[in-house]
């Protein structure tokens, strides 16, 4: 009797895909507690000016983010338009069961 040792890893598009939510989740909710306190939004020069010199890295990895999302979706997409599907089953290819 032979046992095998089967993994359920998560897929990198999975861990991708969480990622993305993470990091909208901790912006929004993190904008929501800033307004909250403050009554308004943001202020995107001041948040860059005292970032320093790690703001360009930090927009390079939203950079990053959002391209990540868009060859996500607009492969999707494209792949949506070029492979026709079939949504619902007719009728007549549906047989009876026994």
């Not at 970032?51 to 792949?79: D, S, T």
């Amino acid at each position: 009797m032979s046992m095998t040792n089967h993994r359920n890893d998560w897929q990198l598009s999975t861990i991708c895909w969480y990622a993305v939510f993470v990091w909208f989740g901790a912006s929004l909710f993190s904008q929501t507690l800033y307004m909250a306190f403050n009554g308004s939004p943001y202020d995107a020069n001041l948040l860059l000016k005292s970032a320093g010199p790690y703001a360009w890295i930090m927009i390079g990895i939203e950079l990053v983010v959002w391209g990540f999302l868009v060859l996500v979706i607009g492969g999707k997409v494209v792949n949506r338009i070029q492979v026709p599907t079939q949504e619902i089953t007719s009728s007549e290819q549906i047989l009876p069961q026994t």
